[in-house]
T-cell receptor, first 113, second 110 residues
Framework: KAGVTQTPRYLIKTRGQQVTLSCSPI?????VSWYQQTPGQGLQFLFE???????NKGNFPGRFSGRQFSNSRSEMNVSTLELGDSALYLC????????????FGQGTRLTVV | DQQVKQNSPSLSVQEGRISILNCDYT??????FLWYKKYPAEGPTFLIS?????DKNEDGRFTVFLNKSAKHLSLHIVPSQPGDSAVYFC?????????FGKGTRLHILP
């Protein structure tokens, strides 16, 4: 069974640009969650999608948005990038909303310059 | 409002000894607690979990203890091995989301 796949692995963008990250969950998993990891802040929850609907949202500004497609693949978009958005963005899939365990992808390392 | 706290950013333990990683939480509504391990440039991998109705769960070298009255859980690794050097995240699950702590970096010393 293939794991969670995130693309691209690395991205460099300039301030003010926008970026789209992609996540393909484990086959059969319908829940996809996104997290931001920065040094000293751990894993901060961005949002969760289940069956194409955003079910939960963390405390991030509206520049952070996402969507989920009918095949459960999810995209995350960040508009008007700021230097502070530089982070590792992780996607996790689980079999149901808030499933007992989540399986993570390798992440996308975003650097904003 | 940090609902899951790992107060030790780092921990160094001699190889072969016991590693004890601690985690505190504030919300009584969590129904599962999980530990994840993360190596650099990789996503976190699930290690072990415990239901809120239990006080201990063991899996090989890894044991998680839950003290609900103190809202505290700990992960014991015995014996510690070099490959255990990583960042460990404590997480708590409620019905709608999993909330992570900031992580503890474990160094296993030779």
């Amino acid at each position: 069974k293939a794991g969670v796949t995130q693309t691209p692995r690395y991205l460099i963008k300039t301030r003010g640009q926008q970026v789209t990250l992609s996540c393909s969950p484990i086959s059969g998993h319908r829940s996809v969650s996104w997290y931001q990891q920065t040094p000293g802040q751990g894993l901060q929850f961005l949002f969760e999608y289940f069956s194409e609907t955003q079910r939960n949202k963390g405390n991030f500004p509206g520049r952070f948005s996402g969507r989920q497609f009918s095949n459960s693949r999810s995209e995350m978009n960040v508009s008007t990038l700021e230097l502070g958005d530089s982070a590792l963005y992780l996607c996790a899939s689980s079999s149901s909303t808030g499933g007992t365990e989540a399986f993570f992808g390798q992440g996308t390392r975003l650097t904003v310059v | 409002d940090q609902q899951v706290k790992q107060n030790s950013p780092s921990l160094s333990v001699q190889e072969g000894r016991i590693s004890i990683l601690n985690c505190d939480y504030t919300n009584s509504m969590f129904d599962y607690f999980l530990w994840y391990k993360k190596y650099p440039a990789e996503g976190p991998t699930f290690l072990i979990s415990i239901s809120s109705i239990k006080d201990k769960n063991e899996d090989g070298r890894f044991t998680v203890f839950l003290n609900k009255s103190a809202k505290h859980l700990s992960l014991h690794i015995v014996p510690s091995q070099p490959g255990d050097s990583a960042v460990y995240f404590c997480a708590a699950k409620r019905w709608d989301k999993i909330i992570f702590g900031k992580g503890t970096r474990l160094h296993i010393l030779p």
